[in-house]
């Protein structure tokens, strides 16, 4: 740590070395500290006034770049950078995957000592624009936006760039909705291309029945999926659970692979299990199974009580991850194989150092999908394997 007094106001220079986590920062140092400064891209040597200081970091806010870094590129959005919506846009692509495996990277070495896994190289889109199948926008009387980074205020758009165009043909129509009176001048708009091309148009905030959940980017859960299938493909199983199987996204690729197994799907939303009934109805399979209940609960009553068998487990949670409960029952069943698809990666490596503590597991490989491209998240695919 360095010893200089760094003071809110003070103005510095310095060289951003790469991006943060779940932001739009980039990461300098100065006389040892490190400085977040937002909207700043790799190898760029900026001047910068700073806005936050604390102990072992600061935040500043950028002045001046002094050199542009090789990495920066024009946003093609014209409120990239106001809209909350998208950290790296003007970042360019190659760069983003190469700080997204940087930051997954780093995010794992506690995984080091429960032994050696293989790391692979992130999976790219192909499209980096256009590739969502699904939105949430916000009327305000007969303006369509999205809120501002960590606001409430709206930011008016005539267009998304990461939404499917298809999408954007209806914000028109959303303007157009401030003419009936009778409607709120707020409201919530959440619209969705379904499997069928209809577009689904959700107004207000969604309820237990009404919330749903899709992958956002069709082709690149292609790509996942195709990923999953090329690691697992070889291996034979009988008994498969599917645990967070939404409505059976994952189930369909299990069934294509393993169509003599038992395979039970299983999830906490009605809704998603009944959508899934009714999606997989025509397939003829005795053995496959939907259940609704919560992911520990299943593993409890059906796996450690009941003694049911399980030789492949498929786990694709939300970003909170696992619980504490499944993580112990996990780790005390170990199944043959594990595929564990994340989309926060400090959630995995939480619940993966509580499953490998138990000692009968092993992490076999990790690979990142670009699902989310203009932004910080990921999407991970570990694959875990019994010991014995
Ligand atoms: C990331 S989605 C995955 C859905 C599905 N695998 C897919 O690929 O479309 C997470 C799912 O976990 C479900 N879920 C959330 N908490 C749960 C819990 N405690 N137990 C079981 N399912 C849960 C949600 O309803 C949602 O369908």
Redesign the pocket.
């Known amino acids: 740590m360095g010893t200089l007094q760094l003071l809110v106001g003070q103005i510095i220079t310095l060289t951003i070395e790469r991006m943060a986590f779940d932001s739009d920062y980039g990461v300098g140092r100065f006389d040892g500290k490190v400085i977040f400064v937002p909207r700043t891209s790799p190898k760029e040597k900026v001047r910068v006034v700073l806005t936050k200081v604390r102990s072992t970091y600061a935040v500043g806010k950028l002045e001046q770049i002094l050199e542009k870094g090789p990495y920066r590129r024009l946003p093609p959005c014209p409120v990239a950078g106001r809209c909350g919506g998208c950290d790296w846009q003007h970042i360019k692509y190659e760069e983003q995957l190469k700080q997204k495996q940087g930051l997954l990277s780093h995010i794992l070495t506690p995984l080091n000592s429960y032994g050696k896994f293989t790391l692979l190289p992130f999976i790219g889109a192909e499209e980096e624009f256009r590739y969502r199948n699904r939105i949430q926008l916000h009327r305000e009387k007969n303006q369509v936006g999205f809120y501002a980074r960590g606001s409430r205020q709206l930011i008016p758009v005539k267009d998304c760039l990461l939404a499917e165009k298809v999408l954007v043909e209806h914000f028109q129509n959303i303007e157009l909705r401030a003419k009936d009176t009778s409607l709120p001048l707020q409201e919530r708009v959440e619209l969705a291309r379904l499997v069928d091309g209809s577009i689904l148009k959700q107004f207000g905030p969604p309820t237990a029945e009404t919330r749903f959940?899709?992958?956002v980017n069709t082709r690149q859960?292609d790509v996942l999926k195709n990923l999953i299938s090329a690691k697992i493909q070889t291996s034979n199983h009988d008994e498969i659970i599917?645990?967070?199987?939404?409505?059976g996204?994952?189930t369909a690729l299990l069934l294509q692979l393993w169509p003599r197994a038992s395979i039970t799907g299983?999830?906490?939303?009605k809704t998603?299990i009944q959508q899934a009934q009714k999606e997989f109805k025509s397939i003829l399979f005795e053995n496959l199974k939907w259940v609704v209940?919560?992911?520990?609960q299943y593993l409890k009553e059906e796996l450690v009580e009941m003694k049911k068998k399980c030789s492949l487990l498929v786990l694709?949670?939300?970003r909170v991850g696992l619980?504490r409960e499944s993580c112990h029952w996990i780790g005390e069943l170990s199944p043959k194989e594990i595929i564990y698809?994340s989309?926060n990666p400090m959630t995995l490596v939480r619940d993966l150092k509580l499953i490998l503590a138990k000692g009968r597991l092993r992490v076999d490989s990790i690979q990142g999908v670009d699902m989310f491209p203009q932004t910080t998240h990921m999407e991970i695919i570990t694959i875990l394997k019994n010991r014995v």
């Open positions: 959940f899709a992958q859960n599917d645990l967070y199987c939404g409505s996204n994952i299983v999830d906490l939303s998603l209940s919560s992911t520990a694709d949670p939300p619980d698809v989309c």
